[in-house]
Structures are given as C-alpha cells and as structure tokens.
C-alpha cells in the first residue's frame, strides 16, 4: 500500500490526464490502469468558444484523489497561487508542486520549487514536490516536512527512462518520506526498474498519453509498476561478474 | 460596465452585475469552475452577493488534463 499523508492507497500508480488522443481513450486508460490519484493542470477556463467535454467533470470523484499540479508557474509565488485556486474548488488539499526553470529541458527550478513548498506547507497543503534527482535538494524538501519526493527520471516527455538510477537509489535511501520517481518514463521496464530500485511510486503521462495504444500500454504500465514492486520486495539476487551454475555439479553422467 | 474577464476585455450587458450572473452569462453555473478578481478567490457561497465593478480583473478557472 501506499500511504501519502496517513492516506492509503493500493496503486503505486500515479497517472498524468494531459495529451490523450480523445476522451474515449483517455476514460479507458484511466480504468484499466486502475491508478487511484490522478493529476490535473489548472487553466483558464475557454469561456469564449463553445464548450468541449471535460475529462475532470465526467470522472466519478468518490474514486479518485486530485492531484493538481501548479505547471505553468515560473516562481515560487505563480506556484503558490495556481495551489491556491485548486484547493478553493473544494476538491482536492494536495497539490504537486511543478516549478518549471528552463522551457527546453523542463528541468525543476531547484530554488523556486523549495520557496513554494515551504509556502505550501505553512498554508496546510500536502505537498508532493516534482524536482530533480539531486539528492541533497530531496533531502532539503523532506526536511522542510513536504509528503512525498517526486524525482525525475529524465526530462518531462523525454521517455529516456532511468538516466541517473545512482542519484535514485540516493534520494531513495535517505527518504523516509514515500519516493514517487516523476518524469521521463518511457516504456514499462522504465516504471519497472524504479520499483525495483525502491520507489514507492511512480508518476507518469506521455508514456501512456503518447503510446500507440494508450489502454494497451496503461494496462502494461500497472502490470510493470506491480511487477518491479514484487520484485523489490522479494529481494533480487545479487550481481556476479563470473557464472554460478544452476544444475548440480554432483552425480552428473559425464563424470 | 466594461471587466477583463480570463485576460480580454469584455463589455457586460447591462443586467450582469453579480459574479452569479456572470457565470450565467457564460452558462458555467453548473461546471466545477474557480473564480478569482483582481488576484482574490471568491468563495462560492458569495457569488450571488459579489458585486463586479468597472475594470476587474476576474479569472474563471478549471481543471484541465496535464501531467
């Protein structure tokens, strides 16, 4: 289970709602990924041309926890304004705190994203900040009391996977806060692997939103995110440089 | 009275005078939407009484899909 803020859940799942092809496929690869807490950016509403289906107004909110992120803020202050407008909808008290410092990587400003949180914090939010894998910034967040660390696997959209799993297994052994790996996952192994590293969830979007068959690869994403789970928890073997056979050296044929 | 309404300027017909109306205006009664003029969120049970005035700045807000 995982458990954000004494909340609990049984998907280590987080899903990005951004880029589906079409509201049909979207509603279908939310349900088949069976993820519990989906994001959602916050917008002006397009109040001058004429009305497109919601995906937010159709979901069945007794199933799912909001987490609205604050993307499209480039200080700590626009952050703490777009948290602000999400909770006053009465919907949601968590906020996932999205500071944006260069429009090519997309990269976390480091700087802006520890002054929202800290603002967040005092003002009651649960915070889960989206930053880089720099290990001693994780540890200044979780020390400011934020509930949950999402480090980067890569760029945003990148679908590069894992590019820095030392810098993970840092920040994940030095949490004691849950690890949520956030950003640039690209395929199932990629959502695997940081299971298997220990994290304790993983967030992901364009992997999903962006596959050729986005319901297809939703499902594969929760099998994998379950899978490297597992995996973790039964404890892998060790790595050798040299082979250790499997069959008995004893009693063989050839002897 | 002339607002800027979600960054444009807008002419209100004469009979919109409350944050309630406005949002009947636009038929967003119903939606989940957030509002905010000039940088404060208003909640919603003051909607009906909110009164806009010349040159507001008001942003009606919503959820949409990201990651």
């Known amino acids: 289970m995982l458990t954000i803020a004494n909340r609990t859940f049984q998907s280590r799942l987080l899903l990005g709602t951004g880029k589906y092809p079409s509201l049909e496929v979207q509603k279908k690869a939310v349900e088949v990924s069976q993820s519990e807490i989906l994001t959602f950016a916050v917008r002006r509403m397009n109040i001058f041309e004429e009305s497109q289906p919601n995906f937010l107004e159709q979901l069945d909110l007794k199933r799912y926890t909001l987490l609205p992120n604050t993307a499209g803020a480039k200080t700590a202050e626009e952050a703490v304004r777009i948290a602000k407008l999400a909770k006053a909808s009465g919907l949601?008290?968590?906020?996932?705190?999205?500071?944006?410092?260069?429009?090519?990587?997309?990269?976390?400003?480091?700087?802006?994203?520890?002054?929202?949180?800290?603002?967040?914090?005092?003002?009651?939010?649960?915070?889960?900040?989206?930053?880089?894998?720099?290990?001693?910034?994780?540890?200044?967040?979780?020390?400011?009391?934020?509930?949950?660390?999402?480090?980067?696997?890569?760029?945003?959209?990148?679908?590069?996977?894992i590019i820095n799993p030392l810098n993970l297994q840092f920040i994940i052994e030095q949490s004691a806060i849950p690890?949520?790996?956030?950003?640039?996952?690209?395929?199932?192994?990629?959502?695997?692997?940081?299971?298997?590293?220990?994290?304790?969830?993983?967030?992901?979007?364009?992997?999903?939103?962006?596959?050729?068959?986005?319901?297809?690869?939703?499902?594969?994403?929760?099998?994998?995110?379950?899978?490297?789970?597992?995996?973790?928890?039964?404890?892998?073997?060790?790595?050798?440089?040299?082979?250790?056979?499997?069959?008995?050296?004893t009693g063989m044929i050839t002897s | 009275m002339i607002i800027q309404l979600n960054g444009k300027e807008q002419q209100l017909p004469e009979n919109v005078v409350t944050v309630e109306d406005l949002l009947h205006l636009f038929a967003l009664n119903n939606r989940i939407v957030i509002v905010e003029i000039n940088k404060n969120i208003l909640r919603k049970e003051h909607y009906q009484a909110h009164l806009l005035k010349e040159k507001d700045k008001v942003e009606l807000i919503h959820f949409v899909g990201g990651g």
């Not at chain 1, 480091?110 to 800290?118: C, G, H, R």
């Not at chain 1, 956030?182 to 979007?205: C, H, R, T």
Request: glycine share 10%; charged share 25%.
């Open chain 1, 92 to 161: 949601c008290d968590m906020i996932k705190v999205e500071v944006i410092g260069c429009d090519k990587s997309l990269l976390p400003d480091p700087v802006e994203t520890l002054k929202a949180s800290e603002q967040l914090l005092e003002e009651g939010f649960i915070v889960l900040p989206y930053t880089s894998d720099d290990v001693v910034l994780a540890r200044r967040l979780e020390q400011l009391g934020v509930h949950a660390i999402m480090p980067g696997a890569s760029p945003i959209g990148s679908g590069k996977g």
């Open chain 1, 179 to 249: 690890v949520i790996v956030d950003a640039g996952i690209g395929s199932p192994k990629d959502a695997a692997y940081a299971m298997e590293l220990g994290a304790d969830g993983v967030l992901l979007n364009t992997a999903v939103s962006n596959a050729k068959d986005p319901v297809t690869m939703a499902y594969a994403m929760k099998l994998a995110i379950e899978a490297g789970r597992l995996g973790y928890e039964a404890g892998r073997i060790e790595e050798k440089n040299y082979g250790v056979a499997s069959s008995p050296l």
